[in-house]
């Protein structure tokens, strides 16, 4: 098995002369949960947490912890030098189990919110880790959206620069609204602290376009059904980090990826792999908030983990709170709008022009009216014509004025009207 951050899985300890499993770094040992003791370790931690009031867990990878019987090989990709670890154990034979007997030891205790983070999951498992007989968890992280932009050549994996195809994104994301509706909750997000930034990866970060395609990939994804997640910066428009070089980063996921794919001539262009990573590194997230243009960007009057993106003079919260057409206030009027809305909750999901390689558009339905949802992913001025009806109304939209069949670039738009 290999590691998820390169290079082995198994490390031979000195003192016991036993190899250890660990799926990410040597210091995060996988904990053998087959062991009831250690369950209960678990399920006591987590109560001490849960008698202190807290309001939910995020539980990291939890479809991992059921490793496959007899630890077989796994599948070696074309290319690859260990086994796809991701495959030989997630979703193993014995994660649900476990994941009810933390309902009823730990879960049933208190009226909180779960969602786990589960690598590899599908459709048939996310509706058991999601089930609405809330036997499980309330919702997973699912990440099939997150790797269709990966390097086609599987030794290199997710290390790539090239945008996602929008049919692809909207084959996958449409899929997870359907096949999941009446049967489990969704979690919605574009941004976390293993991905880069939400406006480089799928808007446009250039300055004459950031704000407006910052709003337009938060439109897509907040008029869908499920729970939206919002990460600290995304709020703003924060940036990837293009200023870090190969010594300024922190995250052993990028210095492994350049000592194993560089270092062992997976990848011979060292510039071609610092491209990938300003395009995909985790680093892009982690860079300290940016609240202000003052020193570290009003982060901290020492010396930060990273270097600072260099753009925190011109985004940071407090320019987006003086100006009122900022991504900040935009997030506000989505968020104020779920709340308004049923239809975001309940209403079904209809996905048009599946085949479009420019605009994402679809439409949620209710008992009494229907919202038109239009993204337009391109920075050229589009026409498209979704027979709008006459008694519809703009409920929100990324320009002042409505272009009608006009879709300027990054434009996003939502239409309101009877059904």
Do not use: C
Request: proline share 4%; no cysteine.
């Amino acid at each position: 098995w290999g590691s998820f951050f390169s290079g082995p899985a198994w490390k031979f300890d000195e003192a016991t002369g036993q190899y250890y499993l660990h799926l990410f770094v040597e210091g995060q040992p996988d904990l053998n949960w087959v062991n009831p003791k250690v369950r209960q370790s678990v399920f006591d931690m987590m109560n001490f947490w849960v008698d202190k009031g807290i309001d939910g867990f995020r539980m990291d990878v939890i479809s991992l912890i059921s490793k496959p019987d007899g630890l077989p090989d796994g599948e070696v990709p074309e290319g690859g030098e260990y086994g796809n670890s991701d495959k030989a154990v997630a979703n193993g034979p014995h994660v649900h189990e476990y994941l009810q007997e933390m309902r009823q030891q730990v879960l049933n205790r208190a009226d909180m919110m779960t969602v786990g983070e589960a690598s590899g999951v599908d459709i048939e498992n996310a509706i058991k880790y999601a089930n609405q007989d809330n036997s499980e968890l309330n919702m997973v992280f699912q990440f099939e959206h997150m790797g269709l932009d990966n390097n086609p050549n599987p030794a290199l994996g997710k290390w790539y620069d090239k945008k996602v195809s929008l049919v692809d994104l909207k084959e996958n994301l449409s899929k997870w609204q359907n096949d999941l509706a009446g049967k489990a909750w969704n979690s919605l997000y574009w941004d976390n602290h293993d991905q880069p930034r939400a406006v480089s990866r799928y808007g446009d970060d250039r300055p004459e376009y950031r704000v407006v395609s910052a709003k337009m990939v938060a439109t897509l994804l907040h008029f869908m059904q499920g729970t939206p997640y919002i990460y600290q910066g995304e709020e703003i428009g924060m940036t990837n980090a293009y200023n870090l070089q190969r010594d300024d980063f922190d995250d052993v996921e990028i210095k492994n990826a350049f000592k194993y794919l560089i270092d062992k001539d997976h990848l011979t262009d060292e510039a071609t792999m610092l491209k990938y990573v300003h395009a995909k590194g985790r680093d892009n997230a982690r860079t300290p908030m940016q609240w202000d243009d003052s020193k570290n960007a009003g982060f901290t009057t020492g010396t930060p983990w990273l270097k600072m993106n260099d753009n925190y003079d011109t985004i940071n919260a407090k320019a987006a709170l003086a100006d009122l057409n900022s991504t900040f206030y935009y997030y506000q009027k989505l968020i104020r709008l779920r709340h308004e809305l049923p239809i975001i909750t309940t209403g079904t999901y209809e996905l048009l022009d599946p085949e479009d390689e420019q605009v994402y558009a679809y439409r949620r339905v209710g008992q009494n009216e229907s919202l038109l949802v239009i993204n337009n992913f391109t920075s050229e001025t589009l026409t498209r014509d979704y027979h709008v009806p006459d008694n519809a109304s703009v409920l929100i939209s990324n320009y002042e004025d409505d272009a009608l069949t006009t879709l300027r670039p990054y434009e996003a738009k939502v239409y309101r009207f009877d059904k």
